[in-house]
């Protein structure tokens, strides 16, 4: 055997299943090139940077319930293309590509589970499905997880992640902020706590209706929040905006939001405003 040979043989090649792709991760943020499974084990979040990057609904469970155990609720059924919305494709092709990739009927799902040993209805949005967008399913399924937290007489956590509004749908889909807004208010009557946990990005109409109304809010670090674009809003008021604007930590400290808490401590935070917002009551 040749010198040649004895080398080749003795180098420890990768399965034809292991690549680049499923062993290492590049921080969005930083760029740097991270082991899979440190990024998976630190809860998706960077290492290097602490760059938080984006996950979706099931994740967001596993994170947040009592050791990642959880039921999904049903979706609701709703009216699909009321406008029978097209531009360069039709609104029902790009529905079917979405739910294609991310395995999800839309952007908003439901879970029930405990949070610290107490019942919690949690809702999580995914960016990756149209980017989070608001539609009449979207509004549905808030409507479907605030009241299975009065059913259940449990808090409602949401995890928001959105573009806005989902255009497609045109008014019906601006119709998505009073409608949510009045099962917020169903939510208060009956005397439950509404958590928001804002993630990167929420934006948009999402912004300006149920991601804002919260009890507690509290956003992850570096988290984009606002209504409208950076670029929009300096073009409107032709003045450059501070460094950082519309990110969690500036809005922290300008009094828009209660906290900011990093991804490896909000089950543990979840958990104490659960039972400080909803106390025990003591044996007669």
């Not at 497609?168 to 939510?187: C, D, F, H, K, N």
């Not at 809003?233 to 808490?261: C, N, S, W």
Request: glycine share 10%.
């Amino acid at each position: 055997m040749s010198w040649l040979s004895r080398v080749r043989n003795g180098i420890p090649f990768l399965p034809k299943r292991q690549t680049t792709e499923t062993l290492w991760h590049k921080c969005g943020k930083c760029g740097t090139m991270v082991f899979l499974k440190e990024w998976e084990d630190n809860l998706q979040v960077c290492p290097r940077c602490d760059h938080h990057g984006r996950i979706g609904p099931k994740l967001r469970f596993q994170h947040t319930f009592d050791g990642g155990q959880y039921e999904l609720l049903r979706a609701p059924e709703v009216r699909e293309d009321p406008l029978k919305f097209r531009d360069s494709k039709r609104y029902t092709e790009r529905l079917k590509a979405a739910r294609a990739a991310t395995n999800q009927r839309d952007a908003l799902l439901n879970a029930r589970g405990t949070i610290g040993g107490r019942t919690a209805i949690v809702g999580a949005q995914d960016f990756a499905f149209m980017g989070g967008s608001m539609g009449i399913a979207v509004g549905a399924a808030f409507l479907v997880g605030t009241r299975a937290a009065i059913e259940a007489r449990a808090p409602y956590v949401l995890f928001t992640a959105a573009g806005g509004a989902r255009m497609q749908e045109g008014i019906l889909s601006l119709m998505q902020m009073p409608r949510t807004t009045v099962g917020l208010a169903e939510l208060r009557e009956a005397g439950l706590p509404y958590i928001v946990v804002l993630t990167d990005p929420t934006t948009g109409g999402v912004t300006a209706s149920y991601a804002m109304l919260g009890d507690v809010q509290i956003a992850e670090p570096g988290a984009l929040i606002g209504f409208a674009g950076q670029r929009v809003i300096e073009q409107t008021i032709r003045e450059k905006l501070p460094e950082g604007f519309q990110r969690a930590e500036y809005l922290l400290e300008h009094g828009m939001i209660d906290m900011v808490v990093p991804r490896q401590q909000l089950a543990e935070r979840l958990a104490m405003l659960i039972a400080y917002l909803m106390p025990e009551k003591k044996a007669a």
